[in-house]
């Protein structure tokens, strides 16, 4: 996880920090704005990026040596949305007949 | 290569290295917390037992003369929490992996010792608030804490059970996460993933569940605390909430947990099966990917037990096409099993009858858990005593079989001691009979009607044959239960001393000495070989001793 | 996949007094820990996923309730807070990289700031509390949304149930991110204690890794919960 | 001696047959299944049991083998699940037309009220060869409404309807029961249903009391002041409800859904959650103010403003009535 530091990560700290408070802006503006149903995906996509960017640069998942932390983290994500998605498509198609 | 040497009695091992309790209290060694939980999972096994009897003599009679309604429904509440939560999910995987996964990779512990002592003391701070649960009132929800009744009606313990189910489930996570990075890091030099043992394998698969199911549970039982509390809305349809939601959250881990009851059991039945026909398993990486397959596939289930709770059609029949998927992997590891039989050398040891045990029984319930995710069956026979035997037979007749099969197999190594082999096979055989005695009539019951959670069958006298059958059936096995007990107790004291290796059986674990020591190893074990290399093993041992039997 | 056969010993010869008596390596030891760190994160993952789905699914079908709940909360509080988080998170790298670089001072530093944002992040949360407190929106007894006007729907009031399913679902969120964060600053509170005692060096400084993988985990689920608990329909 | 040690259950609902034939079907390929497997251990086991000198044979695997044996099982299940789906979408789809019964379940028993007025508790007469809509939801907490006979079950929840039907085939007297733990008297909460002649039928109807359900709802409709804003004319601050129920209602935030009993349901504990377009939301909530015995009969009147030759709605266009329509909590099965 470590030893990759030959040149100062710390460019890419305050850059990270620095696109995280901008985000944080961003997604507070854009719900002042009306966008109909975007306003949701918009938030959302920001939260997304920050939270990826929290993840490969402050806990080093990009310099990860090893495939297995990603793998991890991807199957996570993956049944995390299996069980919004499907109990999401009862709550859907309970009207449909 | 293995060697039957017969230890002498001083040697230091795992159980003389430290005295007095406070050796076992603290110990990090995973064989001595594997004991821990053997004795706590025991105690925990015969108190579900013992609810299960007074819920069969209850049953004997329509009437309900032996106990009050309201206690008939603490019973079975009781009798499925503490079977399922404290003691199937923790079985196998607390007692034998914990003690067997160590040896097998070649490594001196689990990675985590001490995180794996705190999961014990969860799991008994769990134990002890269900007991007080118990002792103060119990709770009378069903296992399955359905809202609004859990959350609004009862007038039982139902805040402290949860708190006891909650408590005990961060100790199955502990222990798959132990698991898992014990298996990707701790192997033995040469052990690459496709020469692990399948008993690893499936150990494996359920430690996934247990870390992406169990918190599921977690937090949902906290929000039935929380809205049995402060009434909150989230699962009662009285204030806006829907309780169909509960039911979705309980069984996108509770359908997956089925699988860490039954996949440790069927990792336990390939080793068993390899070694008693003295046989590489047929299709090993089959058998391997099986139980991932099954360990995913299981969580695209779950809503099969809500087919007639008012979800939408579309849904039911995604689900119960899903279910049909981890059906196809079970089916891959059964017939490997009986291809793995054909052209070996069998042996009929207690183990491998355990083992035969399972294969009949597992297939059976599995084959009825095809009838309930049938859309159109499981309407009639959804909660109904169909159900109940289905289960019965995968987590009795299997898992527990599996688990009884593996304790006999790995005795002589974790006490060091050899058991009677005769009552062995006997205790095995009435259990067998016992079982299919106990259970198999529930299944006409089933389809005749008959609802589960009855304390009374009063106005239905045409189904006391059946359970008359059933009660009887259930003291067979408690019999068969009991035997067990009984002469492992004594064959601590009487037994013969155990060989290294009594069944001259292929994996890491044997080369140990019975019982082993401390570090497990002296020195870290370098794997050149296969898996189940059963070939080399009988080669080397044309004058073989079977010690056992 | 890893595999854990290169188990090359270690070059210096010299035993860590921190080398666990079961590991062949360091690297294994370290390995083992971060690899156990992230599986545990998979955890808690879930475990704010149960309350992820209850709120999605209450979120469609109470959206107006939902969006005027929303609406009665401080947004500014909350966008404060997770600039506060962010700032917390890059002390820990900070941290880090000070301790992987051997400056004892910096990391000391850069773990008393962390700590510092971390109780700042509690008390303002506190202050949100204690608003929600006054004025009411506390699920339970004295629970009451009445009148307060679904956003876009002038003359429609929101359903004072559905918004509390709403407020109970913010509280017990944040409340257990709040947990989180209280238990974050007990392992630092002992990370600090480490550093403090010199512990840490360039090449020893596992916990510290670890303990920064919990506590940017406990960013990465404020930095959903903001938007989805704050944001829901503000726009005027 | 059957009667006491019955092994198959009694066969009266057109349904029935249908679950049996699947059921047997079941049984027939898990019979062979477990034939094939149980006859394949036994015979290996004797087969290869251990003789001294005879080593094991050690066979690696065989590829064709493990995808026979996944794809021809696979295949065999998908003939279940389709088969199990058809036999569920007939169990879940009322037809039209059908004779309707309102069920309010509540800890511990059955309250049952004909659509033509007459009520029951834990007993349900129905005419044989007629089919029966079930429109049920609880007072408290879930029940599941299970007549064995018929092959029947769906459960009972609080706060909503769900719905079930069948067509009694045979006279009789079968068993009723909560499949759904519900409480401390879950396993007495049983009843009957009576299926009748149709002549006999008629007679025990007649012996009923009160006018039909509709009726009563009518007369709720104007106590409560309903009719003060639900006018037959189009004066009134509600819309007139005349031909509303099972057409499509446009709502003010543009979504279209089908007026069926769950939306009359909700429209009435819950005006809010769906306005009609052209509408303010000025409804009411009746939440707490009427039973659930009430809300049927309210549902009923309002469904029966839409009944061909009820008012001033065109009579026809009732029949084009589909189930179920969208949003939440609306689901009708
Ligand atoms: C260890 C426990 C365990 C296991 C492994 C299973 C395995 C399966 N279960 Fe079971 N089940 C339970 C424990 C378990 N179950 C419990 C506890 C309940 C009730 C909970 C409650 O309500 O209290 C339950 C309830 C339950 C229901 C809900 C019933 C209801 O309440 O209405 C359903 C419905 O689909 C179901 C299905 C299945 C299926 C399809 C499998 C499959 O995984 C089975 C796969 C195995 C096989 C199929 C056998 C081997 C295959 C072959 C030999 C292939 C050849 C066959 C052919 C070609 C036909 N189970
Ligand atoms: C691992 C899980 C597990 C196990 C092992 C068992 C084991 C048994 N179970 Fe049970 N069972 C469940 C899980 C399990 N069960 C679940 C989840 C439910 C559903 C609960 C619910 O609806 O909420 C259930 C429900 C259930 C019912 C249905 C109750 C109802 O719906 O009304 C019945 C009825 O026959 C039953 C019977 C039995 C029997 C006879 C055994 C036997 O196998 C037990 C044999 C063991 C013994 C007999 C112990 C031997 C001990 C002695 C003889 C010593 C005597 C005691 C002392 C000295 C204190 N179980
Ligand atoms: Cu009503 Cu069970
Ligand atoms: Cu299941």
Redesign the interface.
């Known amino acids: ?2 030893n990759h ?1 030959k040149s ?3 460019t890419s ?2 850059a ?2 620095g696109a ?2 901008l985000g ?2 961003l ?2 503006e854009a ?5 109909g149903r975007f ?2 995906a918009v ?2 996509t ?2 997304t990026t ?2 990826l960017l ?2 490969l ?3 080093h998942l990009k310099g990860a040596s ?4 990603k793998l ?2 991807a ?3 993956f ?2 949305i299996l ?2 998605a499907l ?2 498509f009862d ?1 859907g198609t309970r009207s449909f007949s | 290569m293995a060697t039957a040497t017969v230890p002498s009695v001083e040697r230091e091992n795992y159980l003389n290295k430290h005295y007095g309790v406070e050796s076992w209290l603290l110990t990090t060694d995973h064989k001595r917390i594997a004991l821990l939980y053997l004795i706590s999972i025991t105690f925990f096994f015969f108190i579900g037992g013992f609810f299960a009897l007074l819920i069969r003599l209850e049953l004997l009679t329509p009437a309900s003369d032996l106990v009050q309604a309201d206690t008939y429904n603490k019973l079975f509440t009781m009798h499925g929490q503490v079977m399922v939560f404290f003691f199937l999910i923790p079985s196998i995987p607390a007692v034998l992996g914990n003690f067997l996964i160590p040896l097998m990779i070649g ?7 001490r ?1 794996n002592l705190l999961s014990w003391y969860l799991y008994i701070i769990g134990g002890i608030m269900m007991v007080h649960c118990m002792l103060t009132g119990g709770v009378d929800t069903g296992w399955t804490f359905y809202t609004p009744f859990s959350t609004a009606f009862s007038n039982t313990k139902v805040i402290e059970a949860g708190l006891a189910i909650f408590v005990a489930g961060f100790s199955s ?1 502990l222990t798959g ?2 698991f ?2 014990t298996i ?10 496709s020469r692990l043992p399948l008993f690893v394998w499936a150990h494996y698969a359920t430690s996934i569940i247990q ?6 549970v ?3 039982l ?2 039935v605390v ?1 809205e049995r509390s ?5 699962f009662d349809p009285k ?4 309780p169909l ?1 509960f039911q ?2 309980f069984w ?1 881990y509770s359908h997956p947990a089925v699988y860490i009851m039954i996949l440790p059991s069927m990792g336990v039945v390939t080793e068993i099966i390899a070694c008693f026909s003295r046989k590489r398993i047929f299709g090993y990486s089959f058998v391997a990917l099986s139980s991932i397959a099954i360990a995913v596939f299981g969580f695209l289930v779950w809503a099969h037990h809500m087919f007639v709770a008012g979800i939408s059609v579309y849904a039911a029949l995604i689900f119960s096409l899903l279910s049909y998927s981890v059906a196809v992997p079970s089916a891959v590891k059964v017939f490997n099993w009986t291809a793995t039989l054909y052209k070996g050398s069998i042996r009929y040891d207690a183990p491998m009858l355990y083992a035969f045990g399972f294969l009949g029984l597992f297939t059976m319930g599995g084959l009825t858990g095809l009838f309930l995710a049938a859309l159109g069956v499981d309407v009639h026979v959804t909660d109904t005593y169909f159900v109940i035997a289905h289960f019965h037979y995968i987590m009795v007749g299997g898992a527990l079989m599996g688990y009884l099969g593996g304790m006999h197999f790995w005795w002589p190594k974790i006490s060091g001691k050899l058991y009677p082999e005769g009552w062995a096979r006997l205790a095995a055989l009435i259990v067998f009979i016992g079982f299919n005695l106990t259970f198999f009539p529930q299944f006409i019951l089933g389809y005749l009607g008959m609802p589960r959670r009855y304390a009374d069958y009063s106005h239905m006298p045409e189904f006391q044959i059946l359970n008359v059958f059933s009660t009887a059936g259930s003291t067979v096995l408690g019999v068969g239960y009991l035997l067990p007990m009984i002469y492992f107790l004594w064959s601590m004291r009487y037994g013969k001393p155990a060989p290294d290796n009594p069944w001259n059986a292929a994996g890491l674990e044997w080369k140990t000495p019975s019982p082993p020591t401390t ?1 497990n190893f002296e020195e ?1 074990p370098v794997v050149t070989w296969e898996a189940y290399n059963y070939d080399e093993i009988d080669k080397g041992h044309k004058e073989e001793v079977h010690v056992v039997g | ?5 290169a ?1 090359v010993p270690h070059h210096d010869g010299l035993h860590n007094p921190a080398l ?5 390596t360091e690297e ?1 030891q ?3 820990a ?3 760190m ?17 709120y ?3 979120r ?3 959206f107006g309730d939902f969006a005027a709940a929303s609406k009665s909360i401080n ?1 500014a509080l909350g ?1 404060t807070n ?2 506060v988080l ?2 917390s ?2 002390t ?3 941290a880090i ?1 000070a301790a ?2 051997a400056r004892r001072g910096l990391m000391i530093l850069m773990l008393v700031l962390t700590m510092l944002f971390g109780v700042a992040f509690l008390g303002i949360k506190g202050i949100e509390y204690k608003d929600k407190f006054e004025e009411h929106h506390v ?2 007894v004295s629970f009451s949304f009445d009148h307060q006007q679904i956003p876009g ?1 002038p ?3 929101a ?1 004072p ?2 918004a ?2 709403f407020f ?2 913010y509280f ?1 969120m944040t409340g257990l991110h709040a947990l989180h964060m209280v238990v974050g600053l007990g392992i630092f509170t002992w990370l600090l204690w480490m550093a403090w005692k010199g512990r840490f060096t360039p090449h020893y400084h596992t916990p510290l ?1 670890i303990g ?2 919990y506590w ?2 406990v ?2 689920v404020w ?2 919960l ?3 608990l704050y ?6 | 001696m059957f009667d006491n040690f019955p092994l198959w259950p009694q066969r009266a609902s057109s349904m029935a047959g249908n679950v049996d034939a699947l059921f047997i079907f079941l049984l027939i390929v898990s019979g062979l299944m477990t034939l094939l497997i149980f006859t394949a251990i036994i015979y290996f086991a004797a087969r290869y049991r251990y003789r001294k000198g005879v080593p094991a044979e050690q066979i690696e695997g065989s590829i064709p083998l493990e995808l026979s044996w996944s794809l021809i099982p696979l295949g065999v299940f998908m003939v279940i699940f389709a088969w199990g789906a058809v036999v569920y979408f007939k169990g879940r789809t009322p037809p039209r037309d059908s004779t309707e019964v309102y069920v309010v379940a509540k800890q511990w028993m059955w309250k049952l009220e004909h659509a033509e007025g007459q009520r029951e508790i834990n007993e349900l007469h129905v005419p044989v060869g007629r089919d029966v809509k079930l429109i049920m939801t609880s007072q408290d907490v879930i029940h599941s409404f299970f007549v064995p006979a018929f092959r029947m079950k769906q459960d009972v929840l609080p706060g909503r309807y769900t719905v079930a039907w069948f067509h009694a085939t045979k006279p009789g007297t079968y068993h009723l029961f909560c499949a759904e733990y519900c409480g401390t008297q879950h396993s007495g909460m049983i009843g009957s249903i009576v299926v009748m002649e149709p002549a006999q039928y008629e007679a025990w109807m007649s012996g009923g009391t009160g006018g039909p359900l509709s009726a009563t709802g009518e007369k709720i409709f104007a106590e409560l002041g309903c009719v003060t804003c639900h006018r037959s004319d189009t004066q009134g601050r509600g819309p007139n409800l005349q031909g509303v129920f099972g057409k499509p209602v446009q709502l ?1 935030d543009g979504r279209m859904l089908t007026a069926d009993e769950n939306y009359v349901r909700e429209s009435i504990l ?1 005006p ?2 769906k ?1 009609v377009k052209g509408f ?2 000025v409804m009411p909530t009746f939440q707490g103010l009427v039973s659930e015995e009430q809300l049927n009969a309210l549902v009923a009147y309002v469904k029966s403003q839409s009944q061909p030759g009820a008012g001033v709605a065109k009579a026809n266009a009732a029949v084009t009535a589909p189930e179920g329509a969208p949003g ?2 609306n689901q009708v099965q």
Request: hydrophobic letters at 55%; one cysteine or more.
């Open positions: 996880m470590s530091s100062s990560p710390l700290y305050f990270v920090w995280l408070l944080t802006f997604t507070y719900a002042l704005i009306d966008l306003n949701a938030a959302l920001i939260a920050k939270a929290v993840a640069f402050f806990m090893e495939k297995l932390l991890v983290v199957s996570t994500i049944f995390l069980l919004l109990s999401m709550y | 490594a001196k512990d689990l990675a985590f010792p995180v996570i996460l132990n898992v990075v990707h890091r701790m192997r033995a030099p040469g052990l690459t993933w870390i992406l199911g169990t918190p599921v977690a937090i949902t906290v929000l929380a402060l009434h909150l809305g989230i204030l806006g909430g829907d939601l979705h959250l996108f570090y870290e | 996949m890893s595999d854990s056969q188990a666990l008596h079961h590991f062949a294994q370290r390995d083992s971060s690899f156990g992230w599986i545990f994160l998979a955890t808690e993952v879930m475990f704010f996923g149960g309350l992820f789905c209850a999605l699914i209450y469609r079908w109470y947004a966008a997770t600039a962010i700032c998170s890059l820990v790298v900070l990289w992987q670089t699920p339970g729907h003359d429609q009031y359903n149930q559905h509390q399913i109970a679902l017990i890794e920064g993988l940017h985990f960013d990465i930095i959903y903001f938007p989805l944001l829901i329909d503000r726009h005027p | 003010e819950d809010g959650a306005v303010k939301p939440k909590g």
